[in-house]
């Protein structure tokens, strides 16, 4: 692990809404991922099994109901918060998803 005094002081800290109390925003660098590697493979086997990107989405368009539980299963997979190199920092508060009215 690299200099982790450093990279912990680096980081960027937000604000319990409870406490009031400062803590850190993500995981510090150098430090490993909690969730094996082998429970990723499993899971990734899991997926392919179950007919990969194909039978996600044929599970997905099959009612409105596994719509809204993917979509929210996305919105859990992706990061809150996208940095770029430029500084361009890009926040993702909501994702809100209506299907328009049948005409």
Avoid at 15 to 22: D, K, N, Q, V, Y
Avoid at 35 to 64: D, H, N, Q
Avoid at 80 to 93: A, M, S
């Amino acid at each position: 692990m690299k200099n982790s005094k450093n990279s912990n002081e680096n980081r960027k800290l937000c604000i319990s809404p409870i406490s009031g109390a400062a803590i850190p925003a993500g995981r510090p660098r150098g430090v490993k991922n909690k969730v094996p590697k082998s429970l990723k493979a499993a899971f990734l086997e899991v997926f392919e099994r179950m007919g990969g990107a194909e039978g996600l989405y044929r599970w997905a368009t099959k009612s409105e109901k596994n719509r809204t539980v993917y979509l929210q299963l996305l919105s859990k997979l992706l990061p809150q918060e996208l940095e770029h190199g430029g500084g361009i920092q890009i926040t993702v508060h909501r994702i809100i998803t209506e299907r328009p009215p049948n005409d």
